[in-house]
């Protein structure tokens, strides 16, 4: 083939269908290129990982006896109707969960180590009730430690007491033990169809029970007209 770009070299380049190849490789590795930031290396992961868990358990005996996973937090329902069968935990107990659990108001919650979320408000009685239930087991576990020991000896007991109970407590203590969330459900078991089961039509007494549902309040407010009429007209 003669050299060059010629028309013949070019026809005989191209095999298939395909975008001519324009690719770029340049990686700008130096400190000093144009575009600076584009390749980021982690050279220091193993000298992380031994700050991160110094670091956990310098906070473990600084906050002891609280417990390093931090607050205790209730248990909710997911968002939207594709996740509401699931739960998880929540950002903080309502007020209405911290006074039927005992507790005088949110301040003394909050010092006990339960999240409080004053914006949240209760659905369902039985939210309610695991989320109370969940609160009246902590305070029967709950072991409040005076502020401050009468003698130098009993505060250097203390202390080193502390340090060692801080050091165990931060091994792998991401939940507060007892009160961690089960968030997978138990599977039910296979069983047969009943006769009921069966003969129905699942499609069509979903969707008159959703009819139903949208019709509550004008059944209930005609039912109230009926009433007053009947008073009315008694008169």
Known sequence: LPYGNTPENNKCSMVKNIPIPNNHFHKRWAPNASHKGHIKTFFNQPAKKKSRRLARAAKAKAIFPKPVSGQLRPIVQCCTQRYNIKVREGRGFTLQEIKAAGFPNKQTARSLGVAVDHRRVNKSEEGLARNVDRLKAYKSKLIVYPLRAKSKKAR?????????????????????????????????????????EKSRKTYGFLRYARRNLSFVGIRIQRQQRKEEKKKNSAK
Do not use: D, M
């Not at 939940?175 to 047969?192: K, L, N, V």
């Open 156 to 196: 250097a007991e203390a202390r080193t007491k502390r340090a060692s109970e801080a050091i165990q407590q931060s091994k792998g203590a991401r939940y507060i033990p007892g009160f961690r969330i089960a968030t997978t459900r138990a599977a039910e078991a296979p069983r047969t169809l009943t006769e009921q």
